[in-house]
């Protein structure tokens, strides 16, 4: 597939089939994404993927803690965002919300289905050593980039999901991950379902002139 029209194309998935992903095509996914960049090489994350019976015990843990602690999904903002902001995620909801299952209210969705990892039969947790500080964060970041333009380059669909990290004990002790790592992102992977309606929601990106400064 050709990047520029991966990058063009590549949306976050919803809805998945219940179809497992091979393990040789999570193998291919996986060595594609660890090709990613990192500071000095210190490739500093650790991925654990979760599948099959032990990715459906992870999502019930996580959803029933989400409710126990009334956490929701936010922008994770210091103060109150500016309107700026604020009218982004309107945007997202205007498409979302005409396509959501009948008579579910949009943060429920959002919350659960995050929980839940949107149904995917696999879940990537990304950790990150203690022994780093937040700055490595960006390669995590670079790492998650690598990895949802290769899913979709593969066939399959992704969501990034940041909400889980509200979890992190839970997350650790479920999945025997060691204390001097912190969660930093998942990611839902599966084949995206055609049928389903959420998976044609298609958020807008906002003008150039919004984000870009020119110093020349």
């Known amino acids: 597939m ?6 063009q194309d590549r949306r976050s998935t919803r809805a998945f089939l219940q179809r497992p992903v091979e393990r040789k095509t999570l193998e291919t996914l996986l060595r594609l994404t660890t090709q990613a960049p990192s500071a000095i090489n210190l490739q500093p994350y650790e991925l654990t993927v ?9 999502s019930r843990l996580l959803v ?10 936010g922008p994770g903002a210091k103060r109150r965002l500016p309107e700026n902001f604020v009218e982004r995620e309107r945007g997202l ?16 969705f959002i919350n659960e289905g995050s929980c839940n990892f949107y149904g995917a039969p696999t879940a990537i947790i990304i950790t990150l050593d203690r022994v780093f500080s937040s700055a490595r964060l960006t390669d995590a970041g ?14 399959l669909g992704t969501c990034p999901i940041g909400l889980i990290t509200a979890f992190d004990d839970d997350i650790k002790e479920a999945l025997s991950i060691r204390e001097e790592k912190d969660v930093v992102i998942g990611v839902a992977v599966g084949y995206p379902d055609p049928e389903a309606p959420i998976n044609r929601s298609r958020s807008e990106r906002v003008p150039l002139d919004d ?6």
Request: net charge positive; charged share 25%; hydrophobic share 40%.
């Open 2 to 7: 050709d990047l520029l029209k991966a990058i």
């Open 50 to 58: 979760v599948s099959g019976e032990e990715k459906q015990r992870l």
């Open 64 to 73: 029933k803690r989400m409710k126990e602690r009334n956490i929701s999904c």
């Open 93 to 108: 909801l205007r498409v979302i919300q005409p396509n959501l299952p009948q008579d579910t209210p949009f943060q429920n």
């Open 142 to 155: 670079v790492l998650v980039g690598y990895m949802v333009l290769s899913a979709h380059g593969l066939g």
């Open 211 to 216: 984000l870009v400064r020119w110093r020349e």
